[in-house]
Nanobody, 126 residues
Framework: QVQLVESGGGAVQAGGSLRLSCAAS????????MAWFRQAPGKEREGVAASSSGGNIIVYADSVKGRFTISRDRNKKTLNLQMDTLQPEDSAMYYC???????????????????WGQGTQVTVSS
């Protein structure tokens, strides 16, 4: 069983930065791909960034490229998301996900992950 706990959310003004972290527990988590998703009220959950276990495969949603950076700690059990130049449209609940189900499917599709955290709220004001 894998447990994911997100932290680091908060309220910032446009142009500001936040760093989200996801602490993962479970025997095999270090071998799992992980990702960040977000969901704003009334919208579908969307992929933000994903990283393979070793970090050799990293993908970003077009909307965050150049502003967000995904990384994993050396123990591979903590997933981070550095968010810079935040905009109001980045406001959402951010979720950590783990255990890619199909390597030949999109790493930014919610259906492709087995485990989910409870989320952390990010609010960006203009």
């Amino acid at each position: 069983q894998v447990q994911l706990v997100e932290s680091g959310g908060g309220a910032v003004q446009a142009g500001g930065s936040l760093r989200l972290s996801c602490a993962a527990s479970g025997n095999t988590i270090s071998a799992n791909s992980m990702a960040w998703f977000r969901q704003a009220p009334g919208k579908e959950r969307e992929g933000v960034a994903a990283s393979s276990s070793g970090g050799n495969i990293i993908v970003y949603a077009d909307s965050v490229k150049g502003r967000f950076t995904i990384s994993r700690d050396r123990n591979k059990k903590t997933l981070n998301l550095q968010m810079d130049t935040l905009q109001p449209e980045d406001s959402a609940m951010y979720y950590c996900a783990a255990d890619l189900l199909r390597s030949n499917d999109s790493r930014l599709k919610p259906r492709n992950y087995k485990y989910w955290g409870q989320g952390t709220q990010v609010t960006v004001s203009s």
